[in-house]
């Protein structure tokens, strides 16, 4: 079984810029897929970054250039790096996992942007 922690949320103005990061145990290892996702107020979860085994990456479009996804082989961790933050931004941000022996989803972290 996969347990994912995030941690790094906050509140943030317009422009600035935040370090989602996702603490996965046992091990990073052997986990082909690692994501993360968020929920906005009102919507639907969608994903907004992925990251392969390969380290190949997906972006939301509407984050792509702004977000990176990147993982810790070291410290077990997939981080989500947020710059240029704009307030469509708000949401909670979820870590996310799948393995052969299923999906797994963290807890969420708020992450809040406002001027």
């Known amino acids: 079984q996969v347990q994912l922690v995030e941690s790094g949320g906050g509140s943030v103005q317009p422009g600035g810029s935040l370090r989602l990061s996702c603490k996965v145990s046992p091990t990073i290892r052997n986990i082909n897929f690692l994501g993360w996702y968020r929920q906005r107020p009102g919507q639907e979860r969608e994903r907004v970054a992925s990251?392969?085994?390969?380290?190949?990456?997906v972006y939301l479009d509407s984050v792509n250039g702004r977000f990176t996804i990147s993982k810790n082989m070291d410290e077990n961790t997939v981080d989500l790096h947020m710059a240029s933050l704009k307030f469509e931004d708000t949401a909670v941000y979820y870590c996310n996992s799948r393995t052969i022996y299923g999906i797994y989803w963290g807890q969420g972290t708020q992450v809040t942007i406002a001027s």
């Open positions: 990251i392969l085994g390969d380290g190949s990456t």
